[in-house]
């Protein structure tokens, strides 16, 4: 994600969480990002696999495929975008266990790079990618959990013959570990659906850019929700979701917090960023908790937030919105989801979702996504392969 300085607060405030592979965090699917980014504990789809694959233990259908673009930062520059392609199927006779895939690539656009003499020298296509494979399973009746395992691969370098600088990509492993609870209590005379969920992401290795000269933490991530669904009427729902994140990632010292006209300040700054930079993955996100130099105050910065609601008229059209808040000491990312979904006799179904920015001129403004998902059981049903 993109980090916006506010104009009113001063640079020693605004101190956002740096962290390596930030098109792992962009949302992949149009139905979460219409909700402002949401989908924790919202009922299981295609696209689970970002937000909470333990989702997938409960999904109605047998199987899914999903396919996601998303044109990223359109007002700036028209090559850069987001598609990801995801899904999940569910063996055996007992309907408790699901296996998931998905598929990201995030494309930097075309960049031209210019010579010692200022003319342009050569054209490179920087992306970041990723793949990964997930497993769960229900634990009960009401609760599941699952695993996941991922391959990142970051190519923002350029071989440079001329000045004998051989840059090359960053590869990376992570792990994913979440749970899911749904239960059906009844209100009046209707059965409503009340879920909560939990998942880390991103738990893994550094990202070792330049032969491992430049490390980076990957945006390693705790993200809780909770969604209730409510039938107001015969085939009308209304489900209305709540999700919180923090970055596992502590935040790098920065030269200004310390007194570096002085030797001693000078040294306590060398040492903190040395400190920083031997961390482990692991102890990184222990750190993560106690780490801010505002104290408490700056910790609860960290935490962002995202209300969002989803109408659906008998699982065939839906209509969401919502919205995102993140401090603006941390990045000022803030912005509504709007959006619609439609299927089509449960073969096919198509999400659109659109994202307003409160920001001024925020880059991310006006983004689109869409969705397209593929209903596995009910395909393989029409071709008689039952």
């Known amino acids: 994600m993109i980090a916006m300085a506010d104009d009113n607060i001063k640079d020693s405030q605004f101190n956002p969480v740096n962290t390596g592979v930030?098109?792992?965090?962009?949302?992949?699917?149009?139905r979460g990002a219409s909700m402002g980014d949401i989908g924790a504990a919202t009922e299981p789809d295609a696209n689970s696999q970002y937000w909470n694959p333990s989702k997938y233990a409960f999904a109605f259908n047998r199987g899914e495929v999903s396919l996601s673009y998303t044109p990223w930062m359109r007002s700036l520059?028209?090559?850069?975008?987001?598609?990801?392609?995801?899904?999940?199927?569910?063996?055996?006779?007992?309907?408790?266990?699901?296996?998931?895939?998905?598929?990201?690539?995030?494309?930097?656009?075309n960049l031209t790079l210019n010579n010692f003499t200022g003319a342009p020298d050569m054209?490179?296509?920087?992306?970041?990618?990723?793949v990964d494979a997930g497993y769960s399973l229900k634990l009960s009746r009401k609760y599941s959990m699952a695993i996941v395992l991922r391959y990142i691969y970051s190519d923002l370098g350029f071989a440079?013959?001329?000045?004998?600088?051989?840059?090359?990509?960053?590869?990376?492993?992570?792990?994913?570990?979440?749970?899911?609870f749904a239960t059906y209590p009844i209100?009046?005379?209707?059965e409503c659906q009340w879920s909560w969920g939990w998942n880390i992401s991103n738990i893994g290795t550094?990202?070792?850019y330049n032969h491992g000269a430049d490390q980076a933490f990957l945006p390693t991530n705790l993200r809780l929700g909770t969604t209730f669904k409510y039938p107001v009427a015969d085939r009308h729902n209304l489900a209305l979701s709540v999700d919180f994140n923090k970055l596992l990632v502590p935040i790098k010292p920065r030269e200004s917090d310390y007194d570096t006209s002085t030797l001693e300040g000078e040294t306590r700054f060398a040492e903190a960023l040395q400190k920083w930079e031997d961390?482990?993955?692991?102890?990184?996100?222990?750190?993560?908790?106690?780490?801010?130099?505002?104290?408490?105050k700056e910790e609860i910065r960290e935490i962002e937030y995202a209300i969002g609601?989803?109408?659906?008229?008998?699982?065939?059209?839906?209509?969401?919105?919502?919205y995102h808040h993140q401090s603006k000491y941390k990045g000022n990312n803030n912005y509504f989801g709007f959006g619609a979904g439609f299927s089509f006799n449960n073969i096919l179904t198509l999400d659109v979702s659109y994202m307003v920015a409160t920001g001024r001129l925020s880059p991310l403004d006006q983004t689109l996504r869409f969705t397209l998902t593929f209903n596995i059981e009910t395909i393989t049903r029409l071709f008689g392969r039952q």
């Open 279 to 296: 961390m482990s993955s692991i102890s990184a996100i222990f750190k993560s908790f106690s780490d801010a130099p505002g104290g408490f």
């Open 206 to 208: 550094k990202v070792n």
């Open 187 to 190: 209100i009046g005379r209707n």
């Open 123 to 130: 054209t490179i296509h920087p992306y970041e990618m990723s």
């Open 160 to 180: 440079d013959t001329y000045a004998g600088d051989m840059s090359t990509g960053a590869s990376a492993f992570a792990g994913d570990i979440s749970g899911y």
């Open 309 to 322: 609601a989803e109408y659906d008229y008998n699982n065939l059209f839906y209509l969401r919105t919502g």
């Open 77 to 109: 520059v028209n090559d850069i975008f987001l598609t990801n392609l995801t899904g999940y199927y569910k063996p055996g006779r007992y309907d408790n266990q699901a296996v998931s895939m998905s598929l990201r690539y995030f494309s930097l656009g």
């Open 22 to 30: 930030n098109s792992l965090m962009i949302a992949t699917d149009a």
